[in-house]
């Protein structure tokens, strides 16, 4: 069932000034000089329009460093009286809403341990009803859509319009070069389902290292994200949590400053017609790819058929294997990588089997 709320678009909130809003902080707020000096660097560098600081911390390990708790509060209250910015913290418990609330917290965002759980994210919904703050739902650790919608959605029926999601990327057990998967297309699906959600990337805790900052943010500004969370500490090595990830103030603004701010749009006719016609010629590729998709798949069935006729398995490893490694070299001269050309030939491989199965059991469906 779609919930039928609104959604309170980014350029009318009043924490919004221009793309990319920044929402720029420490990952922890750990003393009162670190919260406070962190603040001072970036407001006097112009690269805050939210601060952000952890009060409370989701660690994934028992012994570590677990936030200062709600005595930190009063440092983001003083933030916000001697700088007039809005400030930011994350919340998991409806005590953690109360306590927030109750020190002037600004806006409020959910975690991705927490987006996971719906009695968690519907609890912060009670606490939340009929109060008027800004709310972020981080998408949830695991790569699912509908966890992400269903916390927006539940965080939307307490009556809160002014909503946004941050994207944060997906664990996997594989380790890679970031921390957390950013697996695009999943924020995109997720806009393309709440028109005018806000959407902010969080690229501090895909990379989990300072040294891809730079490169994840400009993608997400290619995307056309609407803003950017990133942990910024004014002694990153020495920082209680996240210490690899995190940027001194003056790092981070070299590193925004840097950044190629792309217009969604072009009123100029030349232009226009130019992407007009380029996109006329995708078309026409995407469907030449799904007429050769179709005309794949038909030979399957008849190889599904005379495989049947002589008793012969679907599944053969070597010719598969043949094909994958075939491909791969091929796709190598043509600028194809080769994780995309066995992602689209195992999707192809799984339809392939999916029709010839068919095919093979049919009679005994009858
Ligand atoms: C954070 O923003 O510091 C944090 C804990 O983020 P996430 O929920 O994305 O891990
Ligand atoms: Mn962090």
Redesign the pocket.
């Known amino acids: 069932m779609e919930t039928k709320t609104t959604i309170e678009p980014l350029k009318n909130w009043d924490i919004f000034k221009q793309r990319p809003l920044l929402m720029t902080g420490p990952?922890s707020a750990e003393t009162e000089e670190q919260v406070m000096e962190t603040a001072r660097q970036l407001v006097a560098a112009n690269k805050v329009d939210v601060f952000r600081a952890?009060i409370w911390k989701p660690r994934t390990r028992p012994n570590s460093f677990e936030g200062v708790g709600a005595p930190g509060l009063k440092w983001l209250k003083q933030v916000k009286q001697e700088f007039s910015i809005p400030v930011a913290t994350e919340v998991a418990t409806e005590k953690h809403v109360y306590e927030a609330l109750k020190f002037g917290v600004d806006v409020l965002w959910i975690g991705a341990r927490t987006t996971v759980n719906p009695f968690a994210v519907q609890e912060i919904a009670n606490a939340l009803q009929g109060v008027d703050v800004m709310v972020f739902v981080k998408n949830p650790i695991n790569p699912e859509l509908e966890l992400w919608v269903g916390a927006i959605e539940r965080i939307m029926k307490a009556g809160v319009k002014r909503i946004g999601a941050i994207h944060r990327g997906f664990s996997s057990y594989e380790k890679t070069a970031f921390r957390n998967q950013p697996q695009w297309q999943i924020p995109i699906d997720l806009r393309q389902r709440l028109k005018d959600l806000p959407l902010i990337c969080d690229p501090?805790?895909i990379g989990g290292n300072r040294a891809y900052l730079s490169d994840i943010s400009q993608e997400a500004m290619d995307l056309n994200y609407d803003g950017l969370m990133i942990?910024s500490h004014i002694d990153p090595d020495t920082a209680w949590?996240?210490k690899k990830q995190q940027l001194t103030p003056a790092a981070l603004a070299e590193m925004l400053d840097q950044l190629i701010l792309r217009s969604v749009d072009s009123s100029d006719t030349q232009f226009v017609s130019t992407i007009d016609e380029l996109r006329s010629q995708i078309d026409i590729f995407d469907d030449q790819l799904l007429d050769i998709l179709e005309r794949r798949m038909q030979i399957a069935e008849t190889i599904g058929q005379y495989k049947k006729k002589h008793n012969i398995t679907i599944l053969q490893s070597n010719r598969w294997q043949e094909i994958v490694n075939k491909a791969i070299r091929k796709a190598n001269n043509k600028g194809l990588s080769p994780e995309f050309i066995s992602t689209i030939l195992k999707a192809i491989h799984q339809e392939s089997i999916t029709h010839q199965m068919k095919v093979m059991n049919e009679h005994e469906k009858i």
């Open positions: 990952c952890g501090s805790h942990e949590s996240d």
